[in-house]
């Protein structure tokens, strides 16, 4: 939401745009920045979206307005913006501008006293006169309020001085008074009584001065006339009406009598109040009120500001803050300048450094500077108007990480390449954000050498040597010093890469086979003779399941009782 300019006095009605939050089923309220109501004057509709009221006539600050946004699942967002009043038409202080002198009357006389048309600032006045004491006149004085007149007849017996209060009252209820005496001279010395009121008379205004009309962007030269002030040895000066100082484009030469300077062609006000006072060499002072009149002046706006949002800093942790330029807008587009001062009872900004150009708070707070810090930020156009809004930084204390999930043992084999990322939910960082880490053995020292840690990634890799078998643990650990209490601890597994064996005969297998081949051996010897000689041969061989016989027959040229039998062990 934008900055809603206002005026003392003036009626406010407008609508919160459709589009200032995104969602849908949204229930809006709104409150001061702080948490409370809005005040009387101001009502929000939540039906409507709409602001109205009417803005008190008297000028107060800006209001700061927060407009919450909640919706079916009672999830919220919340904006700010600011309701700036601009100046109203504030009535100045009632002051005395030309007090009364005092008066010397004769007992027995009488006497007639004229209040002076100019005596008080402001408009219709209701005037009261009392003694000094608060009791009121003697019966022999009276005063007419509306003619602004004393009269009466001194009592012969009068011999003391009579203080009297004069006090005015205007629409406002605003109350100012004038003190002045009526000094009862006596017969026997009048004469020196009225040589002493002579003397001490001091300088007058005789001729008040004329007020001049000025044009904006014109060269300015007004000349006081000797006859405004009665007296000698008269020491001229001139301020405002309120006893400030003239502004820079008016001067007033105090030896020619002279005011000159160019008059602003926007943002002067349409009529200036200057004051005149007289000094005499017996240091009495007169003064005389005129003002400058400015015809067709261009009325200038005072800036305006946002408001700052908190800002938060740890303990040992770089904080940088970077006004924007927007920060404060100037309706007329005057160029502004800044100012920083500390609202709370330090003479400085302390662990804070601010830069001009660059409108950047820094620094690095220790552990002494917890807590809120408060910063007034100012901005002032050429014509002395300015706003302020506040910087409120937040230093708290430094919050370590703390340990998330257990990690799990991660196991490998010499000479195999190694990886492994550490888990995001190792730790827990209280802002959220993720943590760079350390990487260590788990007594401190340095890690393997084969075994490498990335701190940009969180990750491990390397590739393990057959002497390098066995359990590595490591420890991790926050970078930040004052954290390094918080750790998280796994152990790497390396073991040993097997060549696969080679196989061995079966020895007892052998033994079994051994008669078979044995027997087939002979088999083949006994077919190689029969082939040659021709003898037949019966080979019988006991076997599991009997005698088992092979016969041969004998040629017929061979005698018959040749036939043999032979036999043998299986």
Known sequence: ???????????????????????????????????????????????????????????????????????????????????????????????????????????????????????????????????????????????????????????????????????????????????????????????????????NHGPRVGKPMATPLVAPGSELSIHVPHETFQGSNLVLKAQLSDGSPLPDWLVFNPHSWTFSGTVPSVGQAKKLEVRLVATDDKHQEADDLFSIVVMGSKENHPPTASLISLQRARVGETFSYEAPKDLFIDPDDDELSWKVEVLDQEKDLGWLDYNSETRKFYGVPKPDDVGAKHIK????????????????????????????????????????????????????????????????????????????????????????????????????????????????????????????????????????LLPFLLLCILGCCLKWYDARTGVGFTIAYKTGRGVMTSNRTTPSNTPSNSNQSLLGPP
């Open 1 to 199: 939401m934008p900055p809603k300019y206002v005026k003392p006095g003036k009626d406010i009605s407008f609508n919160v745009p459709k589009d200032t939050f995104q969602g849908s089923n949204l229930l809006l309220k709104a409150e001061t920045s702080d948490g409370s109501p809005l005040p009387d004057w101001l009502n929000f509709d939540p039906h409507s979206l709409t602001f109205s009221g009417k803005v008190p006539e008297e000028h107060g600050e800006n209001l700061d307005v927060r407009l919450v946004a909640t919706n079916d699942k009672q999830q919220q967002a919340h904006d700010l913006f600011s309701f700036v009043l601009l100046p109203g038409k504030e009535k100045p202080p009632l002051k005395v501008v030309h007090p009364m002198p005092d008066t010397f009357a004769k007992p027995g006389s009488t006497i007639s006293i004229q209040v002076p048309g100019k005596m008080f600032s402001g408009g219709k006045l209701r005037l009261i006169a009392q003694k000094s004491d608060g009791s009121p006149l003697p019966e022999w004085l009276t005063f007419d309020p509306h003619a602004g007149t004393f009269s009466g007849k001194v009592p012969k017996e009068q011999a003391n001085d009579l203080d009297i209060d004069l006090v005015a009252t205007d629409d406002n209820q605003q109350k100012t008074k004038d003190s002045f005496s009526i000094v009862a001279l006596g017969s026997t010395n009048q004469e020196e009584a009225e040589e002493g009121k002579e003397e």
């Open 377 to 512: 930020v100012c901005a002032t156009d050429s014509y002395t108007n300015s706003v302020c809004t506040t910087l409120t930084v937040l230093v708290e204390s430094h919050v370590c990480p703390t340990t998330g999930k257990s990690l799990e043992h991660a196991h490998t084999k010499s000479g195999h390449n190694f990886s492994f990322t550490v888990p995001k939910d190792t730790f827990k960082s209280p802002s959220g954000a993720s943590l760079k880490l350390r990487a260590s053995s788990v007594d401190g020292s340095q890690l393997p050498k084969w075994l490498h840690f990335d701190p940009d990634n969180n990750s491990f890799s390397g590739m393990p040597g057959p002497k390098d078998c066995g359990d590595v643990v490591i420890k991790l650990t926050p970078t930040d010093l004052a954290c390094n209490f918080v750790s998280n601890m796994f152990a790497i597994h390396v073991s040993e890469t097997k060549e696969p064996k080679k196989s061995k005969p079966n020895l007892v297998m052998l033994w079994w």
